[in-house]
């Protein structure tokens, strides 16, 4: 069959050139090869299938050898369709994902032998004597779709020992990160929630990417709550909207991060480790290190080879994941707050800035609003005045506070006189600041790139404010819209 599909193709290929016949032949080839993946699948499923009838029979050791040998040719099926272009890859979940749960209830029996009723069958992997016996990899799929989190993670000493850095010099962290998901879980855990992924594991990136932070910026330019890099947000539907990098959207951030795992849970087999490593320091690198997902993440041979960062981040994801579940097992206790949101309406120009100096610590919030302010409004910029009219999502304590605190007021008078002031500019008298000066008028120029947004642009000059590069260039609030290939005039401040 291979052989008609290559004749057929070179046949009907106009032979311009040896390329052209090349990559005809090489289309076709990997059409017979779709074909033969598609096969293989029926194979593995009759055999699966099989394997099930042996283990009713009672041969237990043979039924296991007989599955483990369905699903690992199933699964290399699986990895191989993922690398051409044409192949249905949902086939070979759906067939993984159906073997393993009509699985569990037919084999589930009552102490007298008879099958439960109802709501009485147990559909978890332990009920099945075959699922039981499967690789680890194998039954990592059913604990993802049907069990805990806490049954899948492994809190082995890495995991024990992240734990124990969550608990001591990155308590304070911990404590942060919850309070910052605690206002914006209403925005991301339904995205999760869709994706059929466990809260914890959002709770988890949140806590080691960013914080909570939804404005958070690496220094490799990783971008929001989740840390995405320009291309992978692309990628996953996160682009720039008006100026705003979806990037530090909340719930867009969430519903991408969702996607990305779904994607590489499915390249990796649902081996957990192996996606959060996958996250951190890229899937082509771990896909490459696994072996086309038979190695674990905790083998010699894959963890030896990861940097410092990634055998450092896998453990502390899963470790703020299982604090998250069981923090009364470590002396840890998360504080109470009423996360219900509500909404104001601004009745004069004010920025987030402003807002935040005049609630001041209302509600008894020890650390004040900022930061709660800035992540339920991401798209605006904090120190940019909002015109009359704006709405703002804001904590429901501050909804009811805002009439009496800042709406009039002398906290509203201090907040307007701290935002006014400014520090002072300074000319750039060297050298090497020159070589990029525009005329020597105490200015830089900038190319905008991909991804760039006017705040983070301001960031990396440090001397220069939002404000003072939208003057020099004109740009509007609130957007600010930016475009790549755009030449800003950038303040230089002296080194």
Known sequence: MAASFLLAACAGTPARDGKTVAAAAQAAAEEAEIGQLYARLAAAVERYEGSAELAAQGARERAAREGNAALDDLRAAALRCHQLSGCEEERFLSAFDGLLRRDAPATAATTDGEKPDGDDVQTEAESSPLVSDLPETARTITLLKGRPLAEVIAVNEPVKASIEEWLTQYRPNLIQAYVNYQYLRQLMWPEYQKAGLPEALLFGFI????????????????????????????????????????????????????????????????????????????????????????????????????????????????????????????????????????????????????????????????????????????????????????????????????????????????????????????????????????????????TVRKGDTLAAIARKHRCAEVREIASLNRLRAPSYAIKPGQTLQIPVCAR
């Open 207 to 446: 806590a080691k990417e960013s914080g909570g932070k939804v404005h958070a910026v690496s220094r490799s330019g990783a971008s929001g709550p989740l840390q995405f890099m320009y291309s992978t947000g692309l990628r996953f539907g996160l682009s720039t909207s008006n100026g705003f990098d979806q990037r530090f959207d909340p719930a867009l951030s969430a519903r991408a991060n969702a996607a990305y795992l779904n994607e590489q849970l499915r390249v990796f087999n649902n081996d957990l480790e192996l996606v959060l490593a996958a996250y951190n320091g890229g899937e082509g690198r771990m896909g490459r290190l696994a072996g086309g997902g038979r190695a674990r993440f905790w083998d010699a041979s894959v963890y030896g080879a990861l940097s410092p960062e990634t055998r450092e981040y896998v453990p502390m994801v899963l470790a703020a994941a299982w604090l998250f579940m069981h923090p009364e097992r470590y002396n840890l206790e998360f504080p109470r707050i009423d996360t219900r949101l509500g909404e104001i309406v601004l009745p004069r120009t004010m920025s987030l800035a402003e807002l935040s100096v005049c609630f001041g610590q209302e509600g008894g919030s020890r650390e004040g609003w900022f930061r709660a302010l800035r992540n339920l409004n991401p798209a605006y910029d904090h120190q940019i005045g909002l015109p009359p009219g704006t709405r703002l999502t804001v904590p429901n304590v501050l909804e009811a506070a805002f009439p009496r605190v800042c709406a009039e007021g002398p906290w509203l008078a201090l907040a307007a006189e701290l935002h006014a002031a400014t520090m002072p500019q300074v000319a750039v008298a060297s050298a090497s600041a020159r070589s990029g000066n525009a005329a020597g008028t105490g200015r830089s120029r900038y």
